[in-house]
């Protein structure tokens, strides 16, 4: 560890640039880690909120859920038969106010369940981020589908769906305006025999969310870009220390003829990936956050504890795994061979 020290300071320079590119990197990571988070729960928080349990929908619907019809008589022997299962439909649509000005949201509805909101006829519960938009209590909403109103009866909050606000409804009123008394799925929790109800194809909460278009192309194509950066960094640690070791093959050559094992250098490369890795990611993390904290309120940016940890740990991990690689020409390097060369 002094070994290493010494050696940083000694080239300092060289060593706050690979941290700087290091912490931006790892900066620009966290971002757009926040982003697909939060993009994440904008798309299907709704659904991503549900407890553990498997979604049901027709196996004739192809697994899109808005052509699914489940009949009456299913549903009536698996709400049943499951204690805790519920059915439940969402569709896209948009409410009036008085002045006739537009809103979307997606309606859901529910044969009554913890997870959905317990709402009466004529009535609607909506997502929060409405409240925020300025929509409140008690106001009405039509719609064209509709023959009555809507009154706005509460707020809940983490009700979204496709990036629109969900407005929960009573049955009877989702009925009126997509004329089918059928739900589009079922939800049953901790099922013994997930698949077991006839007819009816099961998913989990994942496989359900690959289902939808575009959750899946837009966590993906996020997904790639964070896996790229880490990888991209990886191999700057790689670059790096493979050129200060080729530049230093002369100062190995007399230390380890002096007896300075191979181990020994290889844990003075470790501590010095460490202490770099460890002051980048410190300024990063703060970074994000204080990013997160100065967002714009619409913006969709979601970076929770447990996933700023479990990137640290890929880009320490990473970060060894490069600089492991650059010193596997310390172990061939022959100390009369390495003094010949010189330093470089």
Not at 13 to 41: D, M
Not at 117 to 128: A, H, N, Q
């Amino acid at each position: 560890m002094n070994l290493a020290w010494k050696e940083m300071k000694k080239s300092k320079t060289k060593f706050v640039i690979l941290g700087s590119i290091v912490f931006l990197i790892s900066l620009l990571t966290f971002i757009i880690s926040g982003l697909a988070n939060g993009l994440s729960q904008d798309n299907a928080a709704l659904i991503k909120n549900l407890p553990d349990g498997e979604i049901y929908m027709e196996t004739a619907a192809e697994e899109t859920h808005a052509l699914s019809a489940i009949d009456i008589a299913t549903q009536q022997s698996a709400l049943s038969e499951n204690d805790g299962a519920f059915a439940f439909s969402i569709q896209m649509g948009f409410l009036l106010n008085e002045q006739d000005e537009q809103q979307s949201v997606a309606f859901a509805t529910s044969t009554g369940s913890a997870p959905f909101p317990d709402v009466s006829k004529g009535e609607i519960v909506l997502d929060r981020s409405l409240e925020e938009d300025g929509i409140q209590q008690g106001e009405r909403f039509t719609n064209s589908q509709s023959n009555g109103e809507f009154t706005v009866a509460g707020f809940t909050d983490g009700a979204k769906y496709s990036h629109a606000a969900v407005a929960f409804v009573h049955p009877d009123d989702f009925a009126d305006m997509y004329r089918t008394e059928e739900q589009q799925m079922l939800f049953a929790p901790d099922l013994a025999e997930p698949g077991a109800i006839p007819g009816l194809q099961s998913f989990s909460i994942e496989e359900f969310l690959d289902t939808l278009p575009s959750y899946s192309a837009e966590q993906l194509s996020l997904s790639m870009i964070v896996w790229f950066l880490v990888v991209i960094s990886g191999m700057l640690f790689a670059i790096f220390f493979y050129m200060m070791n080729i530049q230093k093959l002369g100062l190995y050559g007399i230390l380890k003829a002096i007896g300075v094992k191979t181990g020994t250098l290889f844990r003075m490369i470790w501590a010095q990936m460490l202490a770099i890795t460890a002051v980048a990611l410190f300024l990063s993390i703060a970074f994000s956050q204080l990013f997160a904290t100065l967002a714009p309120g619409d913006m969709p940016f979601y970076l929770p504890i447990g996933i700023t940890l479990q990137l640290s740990a890929v880009f320490f991990a990473i970060g060894f795994a490069g600089a492991t690689l650059s010193g596997f020409q310390i172990r061939k390097a022959q100390p009369l061979q390495a003094i010949q060369q010189g330093e470089g």
